[in-house]
């Protein structure tokens, strides 16, 4: 019946829901814990770098094998003078510039409106 096709439907949609608000808090979670670990690496090496000083932000990063992403992190590599540019890219805390309209809806702690847990 109808009836049964609904429930089924209205079923499948509630399951549906559970899945994106676990996928959608989990995320949150790992950015904010991404986010405070990153000023944690950039906290420590700048202390590193104060130990070492002669010590060039490459060599620093070739010693301890760090990858690209990792070197633009810790040492926030748009402040970077030896960075090229090659192989890593700018790590701003602040989004690129857009129009007003562009931007999007956010409570008190800069997160998105729909991320605050009040949808």
């Known amino acids: 019946m ?38 944690a ?19 620093i990063a070739d010693k301890l094998a760090m990858t690209g992403t990792e070197k633009s992190v810790a040492f926030d590599a748009a402040t970077d003078p030896e960075t090229t540019g090659s192989d890593v890219q700018e790590a701003d805390d602040e989004p690129a510039p857009q129009e007003p309209a562009a931007e999007p809806d956010t409570s008190d702690d800069g997160r998105p409106a729909w991320a605050s847990g009040n949808y």
């Open 2 to 39: 109808a009836s049964d096709y609904v429930d089924d439907f209205l079923r499948d949609e509630r399951e549906s829901f559970k899945r994106k608000e676990t996928a959608a808090k989990k995320f949150d979670n790992r950015l904010d814990n991404f986010r405070k670990s990153a000023q």
């Open 41 to 59: 690496l950039r906290d420590a090496a700048r202390q590193f770098e104060e130990a070492f000083p002669g010590m060039s932000r490459t060599m």
